[in-house]
């Protein structure tokens, strides 16, 4: 690996980033929280590629290294282990701030569930802080990427960033949905009391490839089940609905959102709406029409239903989604193939 990334480094500094001419585009500096995590370090690829300079903050408390590890060694990026609810000093124009413990196991079933929902409030309240406060001290363009779940259990199908959610305050998920409530009121509140530019994107259940394999949502775990020929476990009945996106669709959202004109909030989901069942039908045509289904209790407080209404995004934005459920999954899944059985055991699994 030392090897690789001398070369690595040779390389990028061998070939500075060409801009075709007449797209002559300043390269800015950029720091993403959170992005040595699944969104995070997506991201972080597109930003790379596209020649700014970016600086990951990461605690690694879901997030890893290995995500990343292709970067090591380019002068234009750079890792730095800090956990935002620290305050912390750098020079920057732009800021994604997506550093949250976001998998549900972190907060709905961990044995020390009151340590880790206070973690993921403080991330969400104290580290959100950080990283406005931040944003005032440099003058830099905030995004606060901000979840589906401050819709609650809707009562309003599909959801529009009108609808102002149904959300329960003191049940088990609360910490992450009143944390997500309370980032996005701390945002605007900067936004309109500091001058601050600020973005905001609700984001609606998101895979792809890096996802976390035993972080406890739900196509992670049908997924890695299906492989291991394990059965898949469907909460409760399996006829609650998600709305599934591909992550490439979420970075170019994520992406124009920043560039745009516009704080929104914006939804950026799939609007493509599968119960679990559903679900559960796609990934035996995907991996083994064989994998059975073994019916679990619910969590407390899941929501019904679930899918965005792009509307806004569609108009303002000029963004909507363009790979299917059926078209993402195999990409997820020869990821997963890869990390649970390595290379070698690809044909065997
Ligand atoms: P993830 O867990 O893979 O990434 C989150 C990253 O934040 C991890 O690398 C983690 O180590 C880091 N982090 C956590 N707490 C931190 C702290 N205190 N200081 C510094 N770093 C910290 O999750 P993800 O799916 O990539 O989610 C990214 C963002 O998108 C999160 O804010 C999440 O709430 C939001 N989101 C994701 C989804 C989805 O379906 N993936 C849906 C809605 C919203
Ligand atoms: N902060 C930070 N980095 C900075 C500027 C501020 O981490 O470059 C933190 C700061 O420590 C504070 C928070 O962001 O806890 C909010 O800062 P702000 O200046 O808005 O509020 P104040 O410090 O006046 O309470
Ligand atoms: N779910 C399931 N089996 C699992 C994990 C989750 O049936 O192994 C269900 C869960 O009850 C919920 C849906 O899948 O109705 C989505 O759960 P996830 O935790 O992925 O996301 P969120 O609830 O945050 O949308």
Sequence with gaps: PVALNRRVLYESQQKPVRIPTGLKRKSSRILVTGGAGFVGSHLVDRLIARGDNVIVVDNFFTGRKENLLHHFGNPRF?????????????????????????????????????????LLYKTN??????MLGLAKRVGARFLLTSTSEVYGDPLQHPQAESYWGNVNPIGVRSCYDEGKRTAETLTMDYHRGAGIEVRIARIFNTYGPRMCIDDGRVVSNFVAQALRKEPMTVYGDGKQTRSFQYVSDLVEGLMRLMEGEHVGPFNLGNPGEFTMLQLAEVVQETIDPKAKIEFRPNTEDDPHMRKPDITRAKELLGWEPTVSLRKGLPLMVSDFRQRIFGDTATSAS
């Design 125 to 130: 309240v104290v580290g959100t802080l950080n």
């Design 78 to 118: 750079e890792l730095i282990r800090h956990d935002v609810v620290e305050p912390i000093l750098l020079e920057v124009d732009q800021i994604y701030h997506l550093a949250c413990p976001a998998s549900p196991v972190h907060y709905k079933f961990n044995p020390v569930k009151t340590i880790i929902s206070f």
